[in-house]
């Protein structure tokens, strides 16, 4: 089965600290992708970055970083010098073969809330 | 251009009536999905549309549940005889092509139904 583990209910952090978001999953596909998207109040989910299993690179994008590692099956969100504005609650999700690549298995989702 | 849009944004109804919410996909994109998704969890698959055929419903949870994509476009999900546990956040996505998570998926704002 496929599945996605967000332990973190929801995380409180002052702004400018630096925060990780944790996700931990489950398949048994060895080609499958990782997704992290963002859902502000509004209700939108926002997709932030999509990542092969075959890239095990880590990624950078301004304040946004991820980690990746296979060997413990995670998945990590990181925001540096966080703001009032990344507060939202962010998910990750799953896809590969197995369920079908088009059907993204969400975590139960991290809230953030960055106070000022 | 215009991201993905959903109507109504609330719908509240009574028990064992029917309701139609309606998604409005990114111009273009071939693929439309809906999701539900529950107080404090993460969304959960419905079904799958591929122009106007639904190639995966897999994720309705009973008979009803039924959606429509008659022209390839604009999607409704439907359904009838509501009930309390129906109450969620239905939200669409679309791709612009599917069959694969390598075309990520763009989602709208949602539609909170609430049935009293």
């Known amino acids: 089965a496929q599945k996605v583990t967000q332990a973190q209910t929801e995380i409180s952090v002052v702004e400018k600290e630096d925060v990780t978001l944790d996700c931990v999953y489950e398949?048994?596909?060895?080609?499958?992708?990782l997704f992290w998207y963002k859902q502000p109040p509004s209700g939108e989910l926002v997709f932030l970055i999509r990542r092969n299993s075959f890239d095990e690179q880590n990624e950078i994008s301004g304040r946004y970083s991820w980690n990746f590692q296979k060997s413990t099956s995670s998945f990590n969100f990181t925001i540096t010098a966080s703001q009032v504005v990344d507060s939202a609650v962010y998910f990750c999700a799953l896809s590969g073969p197995t369920s079908g690549t088009y059907k993204y298995i969400f975590g139960t989702g991290t809230r953030l809330k960055v106070l000022a | 251009g215009a991201g993905v849009s959903q109507t109504p944004s609330n719908k509240v109804t009574e028990k064992g009536k029917y309701v139609e919410l309606r998604c409005d996909p990114i111009?273009?994109?071939?693929?439309l999905y809906w999701y539900r998704q529950s107080l404090g969890q993460g969304p959960e698959f419905l079904i799958y549309?591929?122009?106007?055929?639904?190639a995966d419903d897999s994720g309705l949870p009973n008979d009803r549940f039924f959606a429509v994509r008659p022209e390839g476009s604009v999607s409704t999900l439907k359904i009838q005889r509501t009930e309390r546990g129906d109450s969620a956040v239905y939200l669409c996505?679309?791709?612009?092509w599917g069959g694969g998570a390598e075309n990520e998926q763009f989602f709208g704002p949602g539609t909170r139904l609430t049935v009293l």
């Open positions: 549309f591929q122009g106007t055929g639904a």
């Open positions: 996505a679309s791709s612009l």
């Open positions: 398949t048994r596909d060895t080609t499958y992708y």
């Open positions: 111009s273009g994109h071939t693929a």
